[in-house]
Structures are given as structure tokens and as C-alpha cells.
């Protein structure tokens, strides 16, 4: 994970590159906006940071938001993934030479598997319907790569708030369907 030395160097470069925008901020906005930099972006790691930054400087004309490198730096820190039409080839070879009378195989991604698990198997091996199954899976699988994407993007500060205040909420749910 990128320290907050490693940040300020990408800070540095990005204030070389648009000189424009620190030109009428005071030293105290500075510092304030390069600390929500460090805070924001210190959970990703410095080269995907660093490649983020050289890439929006490449193609964009304004300063960069967190958002824009976070983005970009999930990007090039989560593995590619195929298509989902290049996904539902692979289920389709794996459904004509392998059948439901074989347990799922393992695909080449996980995210395949969780969309073929998700679905079921022997019910895609066993389906009539071909194009509906491809429709339902390239559906299904758009969603699971959305989710790993969305999930990517969270900063581990939300997905902890997150998670205990659904424990919290696990917690009250008896004793309010009892009220």
C-alpha cells in the first residue's frame, strides 16, 4: 500500500503537470487536498497510483479527482477478465464435451465459476433453451464482474462501517420482528 511519501511524489507530478491548478490556492488548500489524497488512496498500491496518475495526465486536460485515479488504479490493479460472450464460449465447449453427468469443471476465472455455480450446472447442461441460457448467463456475469469492480472501489474504511452496522442490524432483527 502506497505510503504518504510515495503519494506526495505522485502529488508533485501532478502539480507539474497542470501548473494551472495550484496557481490561486492558498498553501493550507494545498496541504488540505494533498491529506485527502494520502487518506483516499493509501489503501492502493503506489504503482497503480502512479500508472493512474501518468495515465490521466496523458489523456485528460483538468487536474485529477480521487475518483478518477481510484477508478483507473482499480483498473489496473484487478485482474482482466474475458468478455462475457468470450466467458459463455468457454461454458459451452465445457457443457458439449463435458455434460451434467461430469461434476463443473474448473474454468479459467472465478468469475465463470460463480456465474456457472450460481445458475447451476446440470441445469445449463441440461437446459433446451441455449439462447436464453446465454442471455441469463452473460446477465448474471456482467453483474458479478460489476459487483468484484463496485466491491474494488470501496475504500476499506466503508466496507468496515459497512459490515458492522450489518452485524448491528443482523443483531436487531429478532428482537424487532418480536416487537
Do not use: N
Not at 475518483?67 to 474475458?82: D, F, G, N, S, Y
Not at 465447449?93 to 465463470?112: C, D, E, M, V, Y
Not at 448467463?137 to 469492480?149: G, K, N
Amino acid at each position: 500500500m502506497a505510503t504518504q511519501a510515495e503519494i506526495l511524489k505522485v502529488w508533485v507530478m501532478l502539480l507539474a503537470a497542470y501548473p494551472h491548478f495550484a496557481k490561486d490556492a492558498t498553501p493550507e488548500t494545498l496541504d488540505g487536498t494533498l491529506e485527502v489524497y494520502q487518506r483516499l488512496l493509501g489503501d492502493l498500491p503506489v504503482k497503480a497510483i502512479e500508472a493512474a496518475a501518468l495515465d490521466h495526465v496523458s489523456r485528460c486536460k483538468w487536474f485529477p479527482t480521487i475518483a478518477e485515479i481510484r477508478e483507473k488504479a482499480i483498473v489496473i490493479k484487478l485482474p482482466t477478465q474475458p468478455t462475457a460472450m468470450e466467458a459463455w464460449g468457454e461454458v459451452s465447449k465445457a457443457i458439449l464435451s463435458i455434460g451434467s453427468w461430469s461434476p463443473q469443471p474448473r474454468f479459467t476465472h472465478p468469475t465463470i465459476d460463480k456465474t456457472v455455480t450460481a445458475m447451476g450446472w446440470v441445469d445449463l447442461c441440461r437446459s433446451e433453451d441455449g439462447i436464453a441460457d446465454r442471455a441469463r448467463f452473460i446477465q448474471a456475469y456482467d453483474r458479478f464482474v460489476q459487483r468484484q469492480h463496485d466491491d474494488a472501489l470501496t475504500l476499506p474504511k466503508v466496507r468496515e462501517v459497512a459490515a458492522q452496522l450489518r452485524g448491528e442490524e443482523r443483531k436487531q432483527l429478532p428482537e424487532e420482528v418480536a416487537a
